[in-house]
Every structure is written in structure tokens, then in C-alpha cells.
């Protein structure tokens, strides 16, 4: 613990820090064995070993498996056990068995208040939808903060810090972004490239739903460092900023159809679709549900991926056979990104999300085209 504080105190000092402050909430990143390999194994290894337990509500990011279905994932044996023994590890050091990029959907952050987060679609959930305070932290950083229920007082925590400095005008795609997760997040995807660490401010004539600025902030967060964007009618402090002095960039449709032509959105080509970058919420899956009802069957593939928390609600609705029925594969606990299940497998992924657009070729070899969520149930219904 001594060790914890100390690396947390060090961080803090670089970052101007004067003090450590309470957190609530700490979410860690880097779970999947995938991505941290034998060394993060080795590292919460030795932080079992020496007997630390959390000290605050602590959730975790998801696995390079599913737990129930690695089989059928055809995951590795070797590579199961040793995902297995991080899961217990960790559950017995007392985190939460949430395995979700998604932990707004079992603990919702109250307004102003310090949360210690990593996995960076969550931190920008928290700071834009929520209005809570999270810096965007580094894995073993928070789970450091667990184990002491401290962060530094710096970047996002300090009122002074979490300013807009730069406004976006969407001209005429303020309606599309508004409404479409997969315009939303090209848009996202941009603002990430253009303008990296910055504070944006984007007014709106139009109330996003919850999965549009899910899909927004993720994209953001993966192309730049976006950790909080003042969306109008969402963000709770949007009113309190006078934005006429604010540096101006516009965002234009031409950029958005580059994006998503670029990456050659020919459906011909497309051998599956995915929906949960980040983990799909209820709302998600009942939207799509209801997009293909009329479908006597779906021309492509689609694989969802959600957290536990959201399956057991579709399991106790009977949703799970109609979800089969239809021809989709849903996983939980994982994902297609920190999965090894999904490298190389197709030869082009269809998304709503800028996130998986971003991190599909480079950490999967997995072509991947962005495509519009309104649209897409056009592009996959049997009649
Ligand atoms: Fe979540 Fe995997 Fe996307 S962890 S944010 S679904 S890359």
C-alpha cells in the first residue's frame, strides 16, 4: 500500500498536484491477458501475493475471454488459465465482477463527483455525460487508487482545468449527430484527430440519446486524448461557459463521408457486423432488435458484445433465443478488441464505432469499415 501511495504522490507531483483527494468510484483497464501479457500478469500477481485488498468500490474493465463461452471462443487452454487466475486474483483483492468498459451502467457517477478511471470511453462517459471528475488514468495507476481510495488533485479533478478551449460547429450535421451512433462517432473520430488534448465545446440544437454520446466519446478518446467534451443539452456545466471567445472549428460533411469512404464502405465486402464499442447497453440491443423485427433472417453476421450486468437482463426477458434465432453471437465479459479469438478472422468488420475503427486494424489486422447505425439494418434485412 505504502508502494501504491507512493507512485500515486509521484504522478500527482508531476502533474502540479498538491494534495490527494478521496475517490468513490475506481475503474481499472488492462485486465485482458491479452493485452498485458505475462508481465501484467506478474504484476497483480505480486499485489495478491502481498495480501492488498481494495479499500473503495472497484470495477474492472473487460477480458480477453468470455468466461463461460471460451471454449466455444476456441480461446487457447493455456491462455484461459492463466485469464482465469487473474479474474480470481482480482476477485478476491474485492473488485466488483463487472468485466464492462461500461461501468457508468451498474454504478452511475453522481455530478462533481472524484472518480480514479481508466479505459478512456469510460472517463469521457463520466466527465461529459456525467459531470463527474475523472482524469483519464493509466491501468496499474488505478488500480493503485483502489488499493487506497486516493488520487492526486490535478488535470480533470480542478474546476480551472476543466474549461472548453475550443468550439466545434457541425453546420448541417447537427441533426445526423444527434441521432446517428455512427455519424456521432466519425465525428468523434475527427475532433480526436484535429484537436488531440483539448477541451471541445460542441452547441447543438438537438438532445442526443445516451448510446450516441457513448459512441462519441469513445471515438474521441481513441483518435485524441478527449477525456471531456461540452455537449449542449447533456453536459451539466454546458451553460456555465461563455463559448463566443472560444477558438472556432468547423466539421463538415465532406470529412465525415471521407471517413467512412475511405475505408471503403462497400456492404458486398462486409462478412460481419459489430455492435458494443463501447459494451452495448440495453437500449442498444432493443434499438436493433426493433430495427430488424420485420427480417425473416439477417444477410450478415452480427456479434454484439456486452457486459454480464446487460446479458442476465436479455436472459431474463427471453431475449437471448431471439437474439440466436436471428443469427447473432453474443459475448460478454470481452470484447472483439482484447480478444485473441478475433485476429485476422474476417475479411471486413462493419461498426458504428469510431473506437473499433480505430483499434481493429492496428491491434486485430482486422479491415473495418465505419457505416451509419440508422442505416445499417438496411444493409443486413432478409425479408
Ligand atoms: Fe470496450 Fe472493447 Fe471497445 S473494451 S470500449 S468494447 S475496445
Redesign the pocket.
Known sequence: MQKALKAIVKVGETMGADRLIQVNHVHVSGISYYNIGEAGYKFIELLYNSKVRTVVYSTL??LGMDIEKWKEMKIHEEFANKQLRIVQMLLEMGFERSFT?TPYILRPPARKEHLAWAES?AVGMANTYYGAYTNREAGPLALFSSLVGRTYYAGLHIEENRRPNVKVILNELERWFAIDKGIASSIGYVIGEKISDAIPLIPLKYKPSFEVIKAYT?AAAATGSIALTYIENITPDFSKYNHETLERIEIDKKEIEKIMEDREVDISKIDVIFI????ATVEEILDFLNDVKDCRKLKIKVIV?TSSFVYSYLENNGLIPKLIRLGVDIIKDT?P??SPAFYSKYKRIATYSG??LF?LPRQQNQPTSLISSERMWGYICEK
Open positions: 474493465n473487460p468498459c470511453s469513445a458494443g464499442c463501447p459494451h458484445s470484447c478488441i482484447v473506437k473499433a483499434y
